[in-house]
């Protein structure tokens, strides 16, 4: 399918490894998840609320590179069709939270 064919940038990829030194691959995850199935980030506050401004930074920046400009109070902007971007997102943040466990 067309998603699949979607790859990560560079950027993306040193995101990600610094959320996963940071241990919020899975706050992502479900942040991501919520927004894929919801069509929004529903519940996207309560990750801001819980996390410091670096990871909440690090996260809107990983976001951003996605094609969804997420804002502080939890609500999304999505650009240019960001579906693909996405989904590429959420498959690399789900297989970071499997194997970090």
Request: aromatic fraction near 8%; proline fraction near 2%.
């Amino acid at each position: 399918t067309q998603f699949i064919s979607a790859e990560l940038m560079d950027d993306q990829l040193l995101l990600l490894l610094e959320s996963l030194e940071r241990r919020i691959v899975s706050q992502q995850l479900n942040l991501v998840r919520a927004h894929i199935t919801l069509g929004s980030f529903q519940g996207g506050t309560d990750y801001f609320n819980s996390s410091n401004e670096e990871e909440q930074m690090l996260t809107m920046e990983l976001l951003e590179l996605s094609g969804v400009q997420l804002q502080e109070d939890g609500s999304a902007v999505p650009r240019d069709q960001p579906f693909e971007a996405m989904a590429a997102l959420f498959a690399a943040l789900y297989v970071l939270s499997f194997l970090s466990g």
